[in-house]
């Protein structure tokens, strides 16, 4: 291909430690998300993804969920959160509602975002002849909280834009194709780096050129799909 005009970037074992998620930001939400909920529930955007988990709540067709509906008090909704964090749900409701969380921590030091050392200059370089973008799972919000409190500082300036699961599932090429359009060029200008073969074998599928990355602590890959792997961004 020739030179990509849109960098696009999965986050946790692509950027980030796969254990970003598992060791830092969950405990953290799992500490805090009672007294979060209790101070913040009449909040209005607060209400908006309590109205929204409800929702989630109702359709979910497992049966042994915790019940939740907007009536209810902030304890049940705790109890429908932690058991949807238990099974990693990717659940837009709690993926906003941790970003609100996250952002007291971030903003009070408690937590700061932890890349790899090649991203910084790889974001710098990138950014100075293309668009750069992220498409993760978790909300735009804590996206942005990360890089704004990175441990190499503020690395928004290098960033052209923020997709979550409200674009769409990772695992549909039907996603890559709006994220693509989103930021004006067409699917094969974009070049999309991630840890998992599912998400791109999908961004493939919607003409985007891909790269596998193989970080350490990421799980070994039997089968990488034809994606070119990549050890580090230099």
């Not at 009672?34 to 049966?63: I, M």
């Not at 950014?127 to 498409?135: D, F, G, L, R, T």
């Not at 599912?198 to 961004?203: S, T």
Request: aromatic share 10%; net charge negative.
């Amino acid at each position: 291909m020739t030179a990509p005009r849109l960098y696009l970037l999965d986050i946790e074992g692509t950027i980030a430690p796969l254990t970003l998620t598992a060791e830092l930001l969950f405990p953290y939400a799992r500490r805090h998300f009672s007294s979060f909920l209790r101070q913040h529930a009449g909040d209005g955007p607060v209400r908006a993804d309590l109205a929204l988990l409800a929702e989630e709540n109702l359709s979910d067709a497992d049966a042994g969920r915790p019940a939740f509906s907007r009536a209810d008090k902030e304890d049940s909704a705790l109890a429908y959160l932690l058991w949807l964090m238990d099974r990693d749900r990717k659940s837009t409701a709690l993926k906003s509602l941790q970003g609100k969380l996250w952002k007291q921590g971030f903003e009070s030091g408690a937590l700061q975002g932890t890349l790899f050392p090649d991203v910084p200059p790889a974001l710098e370089r990138w950014a100075a002849s293309a668009k750069v973008a992220i498409y993760s799972s978790g909300s735009v919000q804590a996206q942005q909280l990360l890089f704004r409190y990175s441990n190499f500082g503020d690395l928004t300036p290098f960033l052209s834009g923020f997709f979550d699961t409200r674009t769409g599932p990772k695992a549909e090429p039907a996603s890559y194709a709006d994220l693509a359009q989103a930021m004006g060029v067409a699917t094969p200008e974009a070049l999309f780096f991630s840890d998992s073969v599912r998400e791109l074998d999908a961004a493939r599928l919607a003409g985007c050129a891909t790269g596998l990355l193989v970080r350490p602590g990421n799980p070994p890959v039997e089968d990488d799909h034809g994606h070119t792997c990549i050890e580090s961004f230099r």
